[in-house]
């Protein structure tokens, strides 16, 4: 495998949305400096004195503990990984913090708590806003909470914009070996190879060639639509080469602190939809026009994301796109990135 060093845009699994946390990865989100902190001043916002739920605390319970810093009375921390939770438990009592944090095992959607309380916090953030099943996780949530209870996140938007690929993406497709070893555990935990989401790493500024639009607008305080469809028009600002769609959110966890996993290093990567392969030539007053549409994939979670519409240029011509991302569903035609993706990976 060819080395790529830290700085290079590489391809990588979009692999939140599924049970392969390990001592890496779990790493890797405790220590998103970016991500806590803005946590952590929700939390000192609205937590002092309050009783909290924590919706998958995790093996770390790093929300709970960042909950009783910021002077919470109560925390109810629910994990539904086994592993996790015995990690957690084994934690909280080294800290002493088994009368500030209860830990509760099992899926919040099917466990019921002593009590309401008054702040719900989470990280069921993917990236793609809901595509960890927020919608649909922290709806059920809402009756955890008190009649004025709040949530942490308050909101998650995901834009997209267009994009060209770097030359080395673009005509060398690939995981690095990391990110091939967990598309790997994706697969051996779904039972099958499928066309998983991509996730853009170190994407430089000058590859995103159009304004950007919002796609996916989720607020927590409010019943989240599971099933629903947008329109969004991009136009394109540079003559280049059109190969698909970026997305990526902005996350607020209070209404002035904001996480943009585009403009900030974090864990949550810009995703890419590969939409013409061999890339379609455009030039700048190009249009991209369509529908993002979502719905429930067959677990009744986690979401299936579908775009459809087309390129109108400047010299009246049409290229239409249609591109389907399924949770975990087999494709029936292989989208041709993906062909080239897996052919590439193979012979490495």
Same mark, same amino acid.
């Given at each position: ?217 989720? %607020?927590?305080? !409010? &019943? ?7 329109? +969004?028009? #991009?136009?394109?600002?540079?003559? /280049? ?18 996480? %943009?996993?585009? !403009? &900030? ?7 890419? +939809?590969? #939409?013409?392969?061999?890339?379609? /030539? ?67």
């Amino acid at each position: 495998m060819e080395f790529q060093d830290s700085s290079s845009c590489i391809l990588w699994p979009s692999i939140g949305e599924y049970p392969v946390y390990d001592e890496l990865l779990y790493y890797a989100m405790t220590q998103d400096e970016k991500r806590v902190i803005r946590y952590r001043h929700a939390a000192l916002r609205l937590v002092k004195d309050k009783k909290v739920v924590d919706i998958g605390t995790g093996k770390d319970a790093i929300l709970a503990r960042i909950c009783i810093e910021c002077g919470a009375a109560l925390v109810y921390a629910i994990e539904m990984d086994e592993e996790a939770f015995h990690q957690a438990s084994e934690l909280i009592k080294k800290l002493n913090l088994e009368n500030k944090i209860i830990l509760m095992f099992g899926n919040s959607m099917q466990l019921n708590i002593p009590e309401q309380v008054d702040v719900c916090i989470s990280e069921i953030i993917g990236t793609i806003g809901g595509s960890e099943g927020a919608a649909v996780i922290l709806n059920n949530a809402r009756r955890f909470l008190k009649p004025n209870g709040k949530m942490i996140p308050e909101e998650c938007r995901t834009l997209a914009a267009a994009v060209t690929l770097p030359e080395q993406v673009y005509n060398f497709p690939m995981f690095d070996e990391l990110g091939d070893y967990y598309s790997e555990q994706v697969f051996d935990t779904v039972g099958y190879s499928f066309d998983i989401r991509l996730c853009l790493k170190n994407i430089p500024d000058h590859s995103v060639i159009s304004d950007s639009a919002v796609i996916e607008a989720l %607020d927590f305080n !409010k &019943e989240c639509s599971t099933s629903y469809t947008s329109e +969004f028009c #991009l136009t394109i600002n540079q003559n /280049s080469r059109l190969d698909g769609l970026l997305l990526w959110i902005n996350l607020f966890t209070s209404s002035d602190q904001m996480v %943009d996993s585009l !403009k &900030e290093k974090t864990n949550w990567l810009p995703v890419y +939809f590969p #939409l013409f392969y061999p890339g379609l /030539s455009v030039e700048k007053g190009d249009i991209l026009k369509g529908n993002f549409s979502v719905k429930l994939s067959e677990n009744s979670v986690n979401p299936d994301y579908f775009v459809k519409g087309g390129v109108m240029t400047v010299k009246g011509e049409t290229h239409n796109f249609e591109f389907e991302s399924y949770y975990m569903r087999k494709p029936e035609s292989k989208n041709q990135f993906y062909g080239k993706l897996f052919k590439t990976q193979e012979s490495n």
